[in-house]
């Protein structure tokens, strides 16, 4: 099944995001860092930064599902300037409950650096995702 966050996500696109991979558990995002993803000071800018994480943390947290998962709550710390394109975000699952969805989010910029650490909660709802088939 397409990721359905690839499909459906406008921001995904607007932000020159590719979803490098994705499954229940764990995804790995991509994001260059042009002009437009860059602060006054040059680097990249925390909200594109904060935006990648999350979506890696949606990509993992809703693939392979049938109904969707919505955003709880994200700490995020801002280790170290994002300098070198890509960024790449990876999410991992921490605890998977019934209802609530737990995943560390690293982001590395293209030299490796720990740019970013994100914990993210989802919850999981009822609600089916439009045009995901049951299988």
Known sequence: MENYVAKHDKLVRHLQMNIESASRGYAKVTMPITENHKNGMGMAHGGAIFSLADVAFGAAANAGSETGVVSLSTTIEFLRPGKVSPLTA??????????????????????????????????????????????
């Open 90 to 135: 990876e999410a991992r699952v921490v605890r998977a409950g019934q209802h609530i969805l737990t995943y560390d989010v690293e982001v590395f910029d293209g030299s490796g650096a720990l740019v970013a650490k994100c914990m993210s909660s989802g919850f999981l709802t009822d609600v089916p995702l439009p045009g995901v088939n049951p299988q």
